[in-house]
């Protein structure tokens, strides 16, 4: 349970390169079960919900080689079709592993997931989903477990547009007999980025990062190499962290045309934001002006934003209004933020902020990875140094977090818990 020192004044200035994307690596490294034989994985984040699905994936008897920020994976054979429950404990994506496990060896056993720091996270639009394809799922014994000889394409409406639920019904149908429709898909980057990989194994995939995706299901894929997109919820951590320290910051390796509504609101904010060879350039002068904002499914703003606006905005020259639309109980890190002197008030799905001239420095705790990300940006904005306990859940989702810190300015110190052997 590692702590981070954050010291608060700093102004974050230079250049910054994002990793690949965490919520496309997992899924691509997941895909790479449905081939027999050996994928390749590039630019995979140095995180460690990475090293669990790897894990996850050595555990079904893929062989997995790792060189630097890419993985060798060679499904040639899978001998374990159950997601044991230490590993889903430690990465709520593990679910889905679900879809290319049935619909390469008929059967699969994924841990429920059970409930997290940001509410309840239910699987039944993945379960419907399987089944409308003719699988039969069941729960025993705190497992998922559905089977299906061979699945059968299906007209397929989403209740809600699910990221992994698409993900999962996405590869799930690839290898289905038939045509799969899924409607009112999710339409975030990540998926077209699994449907290209997908495609170069062989898959036929229509639509996909539209809310219409068609899948026409073939007999088999074959192994596929694929270099994973840039992560813009990372690149979009700096652009906010740059407003916030009221600093100069050039994110390079993102992709604005997946930050359009975030950018957008940083303008709002005071930010100005230009585009160069080297990348994305956010500076803030003067106090961030007040805005408000809604989480919605991508292209809205992401859900995953939330906190780390909301640190930025802590410090607002006004009143901002934060309305949370996708996770119901994605407001209780602000607890963390109110120890900081933030004057936040949340109210269901709505959080009115009113700006405050500083935070000041408190002992916080990191409850998720976004969360704890927006723990360090108000630790920058905090007069002394902010203490941010449960720092492995920063871990799981941001490469060399504070190495990049560091570089960019901010006076950070990690302490590593030791662990007491008996
Ligand atoms: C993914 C991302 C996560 C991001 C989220 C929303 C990964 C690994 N994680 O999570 O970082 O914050 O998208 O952009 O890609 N729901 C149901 N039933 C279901 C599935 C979902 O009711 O079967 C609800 C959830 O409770 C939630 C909403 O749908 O309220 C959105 O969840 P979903 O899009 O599924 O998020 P994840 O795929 O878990």
Redo the contacts with the bound molecule.
């Keep these: 349970m590692d702590r981070l020192f954050v010291t608060g004044g700093a102004r974050l200035d230079g250049i910054v390169r994002v990793a690949g994307a965490?919520?496309s690596a997992?899924?691509l490294m997941a895909a790479s079960l449905m081939a027999p034989g050996r994928s390749t994985v590039r630019n995979v984040p140095r995180i460690s919900d990475c090293a669990v699905m790897a894990e996850m994936l050595e555990h079904f008897g893929v062989e997995v080689i790792q060189e630097g920020d890419t993985f060798a994976l060679d499904a040639s054979d899978v001998v374990d079709v159950e997601a044991p429950h230490e590993l889903v404990r430690a990465m709520?994506?593990s679910i889905?592993v679900l879809g290319p496990l049935l619909a390469r060896c008929g059967r699969a056993r994924v841990s429920l997931p059970g409930g997290d720091e940001i509410?309840?996270?239910?699987?039944?639009?993945?379960?419907r989903g399987l089944e409308r394809m003719g699988a039969t799922v069941g729960a025993e014994h705190g497992f998922l477990v559905a089977e299906a000889a061979r699945l059968r394409g299906a007209p397929i409406t989403l209740?809600?547009?699910?990221?992994?639920?698409t993900?999962n019904l996405l590869m799930a149908a690839v290898l289905a007999k038939g045509t799969t429709v899924i409607d009112n898909a999710?339409r975030?980057p990540?998926i077209a980025d699994l449907a290209m990989f997908l495609t170069s194994m062989g898959a036929r995939i229509a639509g996909a990062g539209s809310s219409t995706i068609e899948i026409d299901g073939v007999d088999a894929l074959e192994p596929a190499d694929h270099t994973t997109l840039p992560d813009r919820?990372e690149a979009g951590t700096w652009a906010a962290a740059a407003v916030a320290t009221r600093g100069d910051v050039t994110v390079s390796n993102a992709v604005p045309e997946h930050l359009e509504l975030l950018l957008s609101k940083l303008s709002d904010a005071g930010a100005a934001v230009s585009f160069g060879d080297d990348g994305l350039r956010i500076r803030q002068e003067g106090r961030v002006r007040a805005m408000d904002f809604v989480t919605l499914?991508?292209p809205g703003i992401?859900?995953?934003f939330q906190p780390i606006l909301m640190a930025m905005l802590a410090t607002a020259d006004g009143t901002s209004i934060a309305t949370e639309n996708?996770?119901?109980a994605r407001f209780l890190y602000v607890g963390e933020l109110l120890r900081m002197g933030a004057d936040i008030r949340t109210e269901g799905h709505h959080a009115v902020i009113r700006g405050v001239e500083r935070l000041s420095a408190a002992p916080v705790r990191a409850l998720d990875i976004r969360a704890g990300a927006a723990m360090v940006i108000a630790g920058l904005c905090a007069e002394g140094v902010t203490e941010v306990a449960d720092m492995q859940h920063v871990d799981r989702g941001y490469e060399d977090f504070e190495a990049k810190l560091e570089r960019l300015g901010a006076e950070v110190r990690r302490e590593r818990e030791l662990v007491t052997l008996p």
């Design positions: 965490k919520n997992l899924k709520r994506a889905v509410g309840a996270r239910p699987v039944d639009l993945h379960v209740d809600y547009p699910s990221v992994t639920a993900e999710a975030e990540e919820i499914p991508y992401a859900t995953d996708v996770f119901e």
